[in-house]
């Protein structure tokens, strides 16, 4: 297949557009290999090219029919568009049409067509020129960006000329509002993720046409109207009371006040404050729940203040440097609530729109673990089996096989799958014959051990569960969090071996029956200690202290 993709944008391959166009491309070339179809690519930067404009002499139809009289580039594109089975067009909105350059070149291609007046096959207008050469069977995809939040309704001009030159519905056209976010390192998050919908559109339309749910994907904008609105107009950095220029810093800091989202307010105004260490400025952003302000007169009382280089807080919102990992090698500071810290995300959002806004698709539920599932059966075991051994053994096998139905709406893990088997085993021991007052402590052994153990894995057992609330998946790529859970699982792994040892007394007691109950009070004071250790450790670490 040969493929001609021309380039509209004045800025040539730092175009936005040409973002789009080469993920389109990428995906195109991909899916063409794997059906073993060849695809060869010819590129056309149009600000490259030497191309005049129409002189509008008709002689490329009476004195020298299909030559124009101008000798420039034109001649090469004009026998390129003539090889190409696909045409990809790819340019920014300019004043609601293409920009110059580009129409000069659509002008120019005069000579493609005959003098003859004839119907119009395609429905739209009054009257066409028949092709000179045979152009059926050729295709058209059309890429732009512009600058206004929405595509939609700005590309009438377009839509009016590309519907006279190829016919109405004869060509793919992919246009994405807030075209300048493709620049921006600091929300790449989400530029990112709509390029890869883009390429999929490009692997789509190899194999025959794009799905309506990446449609659906590509017509979504790319942030709230709001969002984009306010962090557009910070982009200038012009003071909108004085007209005067803001520092970059501030102008920084204005870019990420617009990105609040005022669907997570949390019941009272939160005050982010912003020192900037390396040019001694500091800004505070106000969060509220009709939206963000930015104070420059330091007149509010911080509820959170990060002390960092600029340089450093640019790298982590443009993800060159991962924010958790930059607080562990305490490179920059937090101080006050930090809560916030781990809220950050809700606040400043990952750039995909929320559910009220219009381009929003239902998420898919990811399925969550849950602690629960751990430590039901092992709880069941110790309080049953040390009341009574037979019944008690019995209702520990059915919780066991019980498990299993969460796992319709809950993911399992290891130790999940792991508690099964060892409660179960234990179990079964006891009602053979094995002694309660070998096998109960030896439980708690075998408990404890686990919990030691993962501590020298990767993920630490309480990471598996905690990560829930701090992000998911992601959570486990972030060290403070890490080695906050290894901490924890080494302080119940040691918790419980220490109750491996008590129980072992305690089950030659008058009290053995009750063993299960007494040995509930220590983890319940872990428990608590747990809560506040999450929280306590990190907000340490990131003081700087
Ligand atoms: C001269 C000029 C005219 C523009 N006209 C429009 C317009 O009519 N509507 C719009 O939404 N954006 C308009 N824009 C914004 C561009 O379409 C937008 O910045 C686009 O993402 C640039 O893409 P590029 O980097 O591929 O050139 C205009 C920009 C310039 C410089």
Known sequence: MNILVINGSPKGTRSNTWKLTTAFLEGLKQSLSETGTEAQVEELQVNRLDISPCLGCFSCWNKTPGQCCIQDDMQQVISKLLWADLTIWSFPLYYYTVPGGLKTLIDRQLPMVLPFMVENESGTGNGSHPSRYDMSGKKTVIISTCGFYTAEGNYDGIYSLFDHECGRNQ???????????FRVPEVSG??????????????????GGISPQTWEKLNQLLFPKETFEAWADASWGIDPNTSSKESDTLIFTRQMAALYQKDSYPGKDLVLEMYYTDVDECYQILLGKDGSKVYTDHSLTATTRIETPVTLWRSIAAGEIRGDEAMMQQ????????????????????????????????????????????????IVLWIAAAIDRHWGCLATIGVCTLVPLFFYRNRKTIYDILTGALVTGISIAILSGAPTGLMVPLSYLAFGVMWLSSCFGKIPLTAHYSKNGYGGEDALQNPLFMKTNRILTMLWGILYLFTTVFTWFLMRTSFSSYTGLINSVLPIFMGIFTAWFQKWYPAKVARGK
């Open 171 to 181: 060509y793919t056209a992919i246009f994405c509002g807030q075209g300048e976010l």
């Open 331 to 378: 490179l920059y500071k937090v101080k006050g609530d930090f809560s916030f810290m781990l809220n950050w995300d809700t606040y400043f959002g990952s750039g995909t729109p929320k559910a009220d806004s219009p381009a929003s698709t239902a998420a898919s539920p990811q399925k969550e673990t849950n602690m629960n599932i751990l430590l039901i059966p092992w």
């Open 190 to 207: 989400r530029t990112n993720e709509y390029l890869s919908y883009v390429k999929q559109a490009g692997q789509e339309y190899a194999q």
